[in-house]
Structures are given as C-alpha cells and as structure tokens.
C-alpha cells in the first residue's frame, strides 16, 4: 500500500472529529496515539510508535472519503483500525525466517539445535519476538537494551526478567521433551 501523507486540511478534519475545537482535538489526538502506542507494545509488536502512525493515517484517509459515516467514540474505532493493522504486521512478522542456522549433524548437539529451533517455532509470535530481542544486543549495550525494553512494554525491569525467566523454562522444557522424544526414536 503506498504511503499516505495526510494534507493540512485532513489533519484539520480530523482534529475536528476529534473535538469540538483544535485545542481539544489535538489533546484528544495525542492522547489516542499515546493509547495505540500502549495497545501494539501490550501485543507485544516491535514498532509500536510505526504502527500507531499508520493507524492513523489509515483513519485519517478513510475520514477524508466522501462515503464516511462512522458514528460514536472515535477512540474505538482507532482501535477497530488497529487490530486490522496489527493482524497485518503479525502476517508480515511471520514471513521473515528468523530461525538458527542449520545445525550440523556431525556434531553431537545437532538434536539440541534442532530443537530449540522447533521450540522457538512453537512459541507465539509476542513471546518469540521478545525473546529473541532480549538477546540481540550490542556489546557493552545489554543493560541499556534490555532498560529499553522495559520501557516499551511499560514494565519495570523486574517484570520483564520475571517474564523472560518463564519464557526459559518454557523453552527448557519443550527443548527436554523433543529431545527426549528423539532419543526414543
């Protein structure tokens, strides 16, 4: 879909929509993306301010359409708007191949390789992407990275070491179980 530029007298239609005057309009804008922000990191989404700005913008197009006729809180339906978009990403997510490079079989922990790919395959596609963010880091950037992290999903960073804690055992123990599995075979 092509880029969508939205001209002064849209943006003003909207923040009209939005309010009675462009004061309240603006405040109400601010406010809505600040609450779409939220929705698509809570969804654990990687770009969250990217996708709440192509929420937007998909309103604001579908306000300037002469056959518009969406009446009530405009809050929902940005939200109606963004669960479309967010089901966009995560199809688009999910068309990148991040996998681990095929295992070698000659070595002894092939089967190990083997299945942590198909573990991290099994996880959703929130807890994969943050998993797999929490790790890729910079040298001498892990504190900062993983205090970024925290902050886009708008916990403390004791909550995000609680989740990738249980995100760990949950990879341990489909990892034991596929080996296991194997070994059987």
């Not at 009675?20 to 698509?40: C, M, N, S, T, V």
């Not at 504190?143 to 992290?149: D, T």
Request: with cysteine.
């Amino acid at each position: 879909m092509a880029e969508y530029t939205p001209s002064a007298p849209s943006f003003t239609k909207l923040l009209n929509w939005l309010g009675p005057d462009p004061d309240q309009g603006a405040a109400r804008y601010e406010d809505i993306r600040r609450k779409l922000i939220r929705f698509f990191v809570c969804r654990g989404c990687a770009e969250p301010e990217d996708l709440a700005d192509i929420t937007i913008d998909r309103v604001n197009r579908a306000l300037d359409q002469p056959s518009f006729q969406y009446v009530g809180d405009p809050t929902l339906y940005f939200y109606g708007v963004a669960k479309k978009v967010r089901l966009e990403y995560i199809r688009r997510v999910a068309r990148i191949p991040r996998s681990i490079p095929p295992a070698d079989q000659s070595s002894p922990d092939w089967r190990l390789a083997e299945a942590l790919e198909r573990c991290l395959g099994s996880l959703p596609p929130s807890d994969r992407q943050l998993l797999l963010n929490y790790y890729d880091y910079k040298t001498g950037e892990k504190g900062l990275h993983r205090q970024r992290i925290a902050e886009q999903l708008d916990i403390p960073m004791n909550a995000l070491r609680i989740r990738l804690h249980r995100l760990r055992n949950r990879l341990r123990n489909c990892i034991a179980i596929r080996r296991q599995d194997a070994s059987l075979q």
